[in-house]
């Protein structure tokens, strides 16, 4: 596609209940992030995927936070068993390379929003 | 630590001004330094990326200046348009990893007619 895509934008969840949140990277993008974003805050790294694998997970809070991306292009965060400090806006990025902390541009979707009641 | 420090936390100014937003890091060993632009509710995009051997570059009125010496950056925005509301927020790599980015709080712009 033209960009990196999201889904859903926005998302409501009850305390308790799982979520998935979906991530079109731009076609033949090899590099995957997931990261978190706090109100008023920078990202935080969460995960990182070359292709299908899933080389960094250190950023993920805790057990409850899940991430995949199977056949090497979209990708999936799921959280499960929602509670409050998990609301924040959750960006996914590509880039075109695997190194991306020269000069590979870095591509962000517009988020999705998540909010814990 | 790694941290990169942003100032000021937020700004506003008229239409038509200028400013200057500041990035301090303490990123090592230092590779690369990005500034991004994010409006209100949308992901960040790049306006500029600097490598250790660069000084300025600049994109459009948008021209970000490196100290790798002193590990300072600027981004400075030259007549200001209401377009230009939104956080700025300075990034910084790290040679020794190939993905890692350490990013900033970022600076918010309001820019008023």
């Known amino acids: 596609g033209a960009g990196v895509s999201q889904s859903p934008r926005y998302k409501v969840a009850k305390r308790g209940q799982d979520v998935a949140l979906r991530c079109d990277p731009i076609?033949?993008?090899?590099?995957l992030f997931w990261y978190q974003q706090a109100l008023g805050q920078g990202p935080e790294f969460l995960t990182y995927?070359?292709?299908?694998?899933?080389?960094?997970k250190s950023g993920l809070p805790s057990d409850r936070f899940f991430a995949e991306r199977p056949e090497g292009s979209v990708s999936t965060l799921k959280i499960q068993r929602t509670q409050q400090e998990d609301s924040a806006v959750y960006l996914c990025?590509?880039?075109?390379?695997?190194?991306?902390?020269?000069?590979?541009?870095?591509?962000f979707g517009e988020g999705s929003r998540l909010t814990v009641l | 630590k790694n941290q990169v420090e942003q100032s000021p936390q937020s700004l506003i100014i008229l239409e038509g001004k200028n400013c200057t937003l500041q990035?301090?890091?303490?990123?090592?060993?230092?590779?690369?330094l990005r500034w991004y632009k994010q409006d209100t509710g949308r992901g960040p995009v790049s306006l500029t990326i600097m490598t250790f051997s660069e000084n300025t570059k600049s994109n459009g009125r948008y021209t970000a200046t490196l100290d790798a010496d002193t590990k300072q950056s600027s981004l400075h925005i030259t007549a200001s348009q209401l377009s230009d509301s939104a956080s700025y927020i300075c990034v910084v790599g790290r040679m020794d990893s190939s993905y890692k980015l350490i990013f900033g709080s970022g600076t918010r712009l309001l820019v008023r007619p």
């Open positions: 990025a590509s880039s075109l390379k695997r190194v991306i902390t020269n000069t590979g541009e870095l591509f």
């Open positions: 076609s033949g993008h090899v590099s």
């Open positions: 990035c301090n890091y303490t990123v090592s060993p230092f590779s690369n």
């Open positions: 995927f070359q292709n299908e694998a899933q080389l960094d």
